[in-house]
């Protein structure tokens, strides 16, 4: 174990041991890259807060239910990851679209946490048109810099699915950006 994942062990026994403290110090080491992951995957600064704030919501009731066998990190992305789908997963039932950005007034405080999550802009629209699963994939792996095993951890599924689903999630995505020429070096699904 790195010293990061030994400090985070210790952390939880601390908190489960009632030191609430402990639990904020976990929250400090990770929130930056919940955030991350929840604003690549929403693609809405208020639906990546709401799945931020419900990651921990989540962690902080279940802290106990956290195995060392793996990373306390890799817990906590697959605890947004599977937020985010939830989230996801309501919005299409509610069918709601929110006020577009201008409207809102800057907020200066979050400037240097949301330029750090960016994309550009045809990009992150692409991301929206291909499937959650295929999404996290490409945030978790393209985005993030895991690993396909820690992504596979994460998404837990086997990592030939994460490179699946990698690689499709690519294809589509340069198809959706108008990148994708099929040739020799891109074969397309026909068989010859």
Request: glycine fraction near 2%.
């Amino acid at each position: 174990m790195t010293d990061r994942a030994d400090r985070d062990v210790q952390l939880i026994q601390r908190y489960l041991g009632g030191d609430v403290e402990a639990f904020a110090e976990l929250m400090r080491a990770h929130e930056n890259r919940v955030f991350a992951i929840a604003m690549r995957m929403m693609r809405n600064r208020e639906a990546a807060l709401d799945v931020t704030q419900d990651t921990f919501l989540t962690v902080f009731r279940k802290a106990d239910r956290y195995r060392a066998e793996a990373a306390f990190s890799t817990w906590i992305y697959r605890v947004t990851v599977n937020t985010c789908y939830d989230h996801l997963r309501r919005s299409k039932r509610k069918r709601t679209e929110p006020l577009p950005e201008f409207h809102d007034p800057p907020d200066h405080s979050t400037a240097s946490a949301l330029s750090a999550a960016e994309l550009r802009p045809d990009l992150e629209s692409a991301l929206t048109k291909i499937s959650p699963e295929f999404r996290a994939a490409v945030v978790l792996v393209d985005m993030q810099g895991m690993s396909l095993d820690q992504a596979a951890d994460t998404l837990e599924v086997p990592t030939g699915t994460v490179k699946s689903r990698l690689f499709r999630a690519r294809r589509q995505l340069a198809q959706i950006l108008g990148n994708f020429a099929p040739t020799a070096e891109h074969p397309t699904d026909e068989e010859p």
